[in-house]
């Protein structure tokens, strides 16, 4: 099955944007440093289903680099979101994040409600409650953006492969190591750094209290590997009105990577319950 590809401009920027597949859309945002391309090993039994929709986000892979972090802000990114959903003719969709898209997902959620069927949050946040925690976390975002911007892309990625974060991806074998590390040299310097700067973790919102307000069902999945993710995936089950966790064993911080067969078996099921529905999203 061939992707049909589309440049899809909003507020300045170009979205490069890939689609596959046919039935009720699902939207899947990857992470930090990541592309569209990440879902590639699961889109072909997705999209027996339903029509894919896996956009680069912003800084990233083939979708514009703003070098203002302001044009990163977390509402902003919603309008693109939408915006891009809205060309390609999608109403309601599916939400699937992972990590910092989870956290995207999370404000497209909590800001359109009514536009998502279902959600999914894998490796999510809801960001950083505390103050003190935000700032601490600006600042050695904005570290790290100066050593991307000062070092390249190419030494970043040797440095963010090694964090304990993607230590499970270790006893991956070493050509799908190798995709990943393909990919994220994709990137370009300027939009990581400006992505970290205007969307990292201490820069976006909170969105705790959102979890009280959202009306989707929505799906918490974690690493049993990844301790801190689980934590996270616990308290937001627990605050959603509708909301589960799923613990994967063998995973860490990616389980779409890590343990994908698990993983796509929980989003099928998941997703298919939606579909039984009469309110199911239509494009």
């Not at 700032?135 to 963010?160: K, P, Q």
């Not at 190798?178 to 990581?192: A, D, I, S, T, V």
């Not at 934590?231 to 860490?252: H, T, Y």
């Amino acid at each position: 099955m061939v992707d049909a590809i589309q440049r899809i401009e909003t507020d300045g920027a170009m979205y490069r944007v890939r689609s596959r597949g046919a039935g009720p859309p699902l939207l899947l945002l990857h992470g930090f440093t990541g592309s569209g391309a990440v879902w590639d090993a699961l889109a072909p039994a997705l999209a027996r289903h339903h029509r894919l929709i896996m956009p680069d986000l912003l800084g990233h892979g083939g979708s514009s680099a703003p070098t203002d972090p302001a044009r990163f802000a977390a509402e902003r990114q919603i309008v693109d979101i939408m915006v891009v959903c809205r060309v390609l003719g999608v109403d309601r969709f599916h939400l699937l994040g992972y990590s910092m898209g989870a956290r995207l997902a999370l404000a497209v959620a909590a800001n359109c409600p009514d536009r998502i069927a279902r959600l999914v949050l894998e490796s999510g946040s809801p960001g950083i409650a505390e103050p003190l925690g935000r700032c601490e976390r600006t600042r050695s975002d904005a570290v790290l953006a100066e050593a991307i911007e000062r070092d390249g892309v190419a030494a970043f990625v040797m440095r963010w492969g090694r964090l304990p974060l993607f230590a499970a991806q270790s006893r991956l074998p070493e050509a799908t190591q190798e995709r990943q590390r393909r990919l994220r040299l994709r990137n370009r310097p300027e939009g990581l750094a400006a992505s970290l700067r205007g969307f990292g973790q201490g820069a976006q919102p909170p969105l705790h209290d959102a979890l009280t307000r959202l009306p989707m069902p929505t799906l918490a999945v974690a690493g049993a590997e990844d301790a801190k993710y689980v934590r996270l995936g616990e308290e937001m089950a627990a605050r959603l009105p509708r909301g589960r966790l799923v613990v994967m064993d063998g995973a860490g911080h990616t389980p779409h990577l890590e343990q994908p067969e698990s993983f796509l078996a929980v989003m099928m099921s998941f997703l298919s319950e939606s579909e039984s529905a009469a309110s199911g999203p239509g494009a």
